[in-house]
């Protein structure tokens, strides 16, 4: 089956500066990468996503890339806040979206 | 609230006890996931229903866990002889058919279980 990992599982970075969070994943297949963002007691929600057939997808201060060759995807948050902090999962699925295969999540810190 | 709902939202049982938890999803849509998660790990995939069918099942699922969605609409998971080990939080999402956007899962709030 699918893996996922992600990478750093923790980022701290200053108000303002960018952070980037890594993932990589083995099954070929996966055509679907989604990001989520997960603050404390909090559901799990949609910030991005990305499908294979693209190689860049941005929305305001977040970007998603894909590199399907090398099988990783990166989330590029820039000009951080504070309100940014929380732990960002990445995820990927087969064409068919029966299952989702998640990262182990990163903690981001955005120190004012 | 027209998003996804889960009760209950908390649950403690001793050890051996069966429990059972409930999904609400967003009206109009036909998927529905169950996800285990557990302190500093991301969701990991348990079931999931497209309608009434259950489609896809994770070989990590014991035979203790069942799930059913009877008439294609709510969700219900039962875990059998509790163990220590199913202490988690147990996330529901769904989401509409793929396809222009609609792939998005949209998570319940989750049922956080703690077995003694």
């Known amino acids: 089956g699918e893996n996922v990992e992600q990478h750093p599982s923790t980022l701290s970075v200053q108000e303002g500066d960018s952070a980037v969070i890594k993932c990589t994943y083995s099954d070929s297949a996966s055509n679907y990468f989604p990001w989520y963002k997960q603050e404390l007691g909090k559901r799990p929600q949609l910030i991005i996503d990305i499908r294979s057939n693209v190689g860049e997808k941005k929305d305001q201060r977040i970007a998603v890339t894909l590199n399907k060759t090398a099988k990783h995807f990166s989330l590029h948050i820039t000009e951080t806040q504070p309100e940014d902090s929380a732990v960002y999962f990445c995820?990927?699925?087969?064409?068919?979206?029966?299952?989702?295969?998640f990262g182990s999540g990163t903690k981001l810190n955005v120190k004012p | 609230d027209t998003g996804v709902s889960q009760n209950p939202r908390h649950k403690i049982t001793k050890r051996g006890q069966n429990v059972t938890f409930r999904c609400d999803p967003i009206?109009?849509?036909?998927?529905l996931y169950w996800y285990r998660q557990t302190l500093g790990q991301g969701p990991e995939f348990l079931t999931y229903f497209q309608n009434e069918a259950q489609l896809e099942k994770s070989r990590l699922l014991s035979d203790r866990f069942s799930a059913e969605r009877p008439k294609g609409s709510f969700s219900t998971l039962e875990i059998q002889r509790t163990e220590q080990g199913d202490s988690a939080m147990y996330l529901c999402?769904?989401?509409?058919?793929?396809?222009?956007?609609?792939?998005?899962?949209?998570f319940g709030p989750g049922t956080r279980l703690l077995v003694l």
């Open positions: 995820a990927a699925s087969l064409y068919n979206f029966n299952k989702f295969y």
């Open positions: 999402a769904s989401s509409s058919a793929p396809g222009q956007g609609k792939e998005t899962q949209y």
């Open positions: 009206s109009e849509h036909n998927r």
